[in-house]
């Protein structure tokens, strides 16, 4: 494999610049950090870019409209608000600065997380991207609390409870009636899942175990063929994944906030061991939007989900 033999890769890289420019906006050679497809036919192996790593990047989706307004989403299926898709192309922006591109990309089915991982590609210019989509990696499903104002739900039951409902490994929120339309039985999209595999309401714990045969058998076997996968998804199914690859501890995952919409980057060698893991961008604005996530459902605060 000539891959075997770095020295070689400077040659063939100014030999697929020839063959086969690349055309970008605002690039008329192929990047130095991405490996042109003449390496796939020279080498026998699909990369996407020049790295000794593979590479499975975790982002949740930007602002939605509930998120906004400070609702309990879970599968409710809203829409993003316009500063979701800014910061859904600014995720893309900085996967670009880095030189980023992917073999794979995973989503939900919900249009928020859908309309992020479009963003993301198009800064790319990877709309062609393959995309896998899993009702497994949906949110958590709130139950009776989907649609309820998480300050005013606060201030009813108290902090404490708010936030065991919204952050407790193993409890769940009281569950939705079997006729009521948030009970995802009643959604087309979930036609083919068993009614019985359908939540009605989930803790953590059940949030990422029906995630996790997913997670185990497709999203991280596929890492096996593919060098750089994206997953677009939730703020409990991506914990539920970092809690896998971190190995992180039941009780320490109530203090895990994600950002909305920051690249969160996982670094594997070749045998799939974690090397490092980091997010993209300023850290400054890493840190505002963690502490935003986790004053979200306090009956004093103003701060809106984001």
């Known amino acids: 494999m000539l891959l075997h033999h770095p020295e070689l890769l400077p040659f063939l890289k100014t030999l697929a610049n020839h063959i086969f420019p690349f055309r970008t906006a605002?690039?008329?050679?192929?990047?130095?950090?991405v490996i042109h497809p003449v390496f796939c036919t020279i080498t026998g192996k699909s990369l996407s870019k020049l790295t000794e790593m593979k590479t499975i990047v975790l982002l949740r989706h930007g602002e939605s409209t509930w998120n906004r307004e400070n609702r309990?989403?879970?599968?409710t299926d809203v829409d993003l608000t316009e500063k979701g898709v800014q910061e859904a192309y600014y995720a893309g922006d900085l996967l670009k600065d880095k030189g980023m591109a992917f073999d794979q990309a995973y989503t939900s089915y919900l249009k928020r997380a859908v309309k992020t991982l479009n963003c993301v590609l198009d800064r790319l210019d990877q709309d062609w991207l393959p995309v896998a989509k899993s009702w497994r990696l949906n949110e958590k499903h709130y139950g009776m609390l989907q649609g309820l104002n998480k300050s005013e739900t606060a201030k009813k039951y108290g902090d404490e409870q708010v936030l065991v409902w919204r952050r407790s490994y193993d409890v769940a929120p009281p569950p939705v009636a079997e006729d009521d339309m948030n009970n995802p039985r009643w959604d087309p999209r979930y036609r083919e899942v068993p009614d019985d595999e359908l939540p009605r309401t989930e803790s953590l714990k059940s949030t990422i175990e029906r995630l996790m045969p997913y997670w185990e058998g497709t999203i991280l076997a596929s890492l096996k063929t593919w060098d750089n996968i994206l997953v677009v998804a939730h703020g409990n199914t991506l914990r539920g994944i970092i809690k896998y690859l971190k190995h992180i501890p039941d009780e320490k995952l109530l203090s895990l906030n994600l950002p909305t919409a920051i690249p969160?980057?996982?670094?594997?060698?070749?045998?799939?061991?974690?090397?490092?893991d980091y997010f993209l961008g300023d850290p400054d604005e890493v840190r505002r939007r963690m502490e935003a996530v986790a004053s979200q459902g306090q009956a004093s605060g103003n701060t809106p989900a984001t």
């Open 264 to 276: 969160y980057v996982f670094e594997f060698d070749d045998s799939l061991n974690l090397q490092k």
């Open 72 to 75: 309990f989403t879970g599968w």
């Open 26 to 33: 605002g690039a008329d050679k192929f990047p130095n950090n």
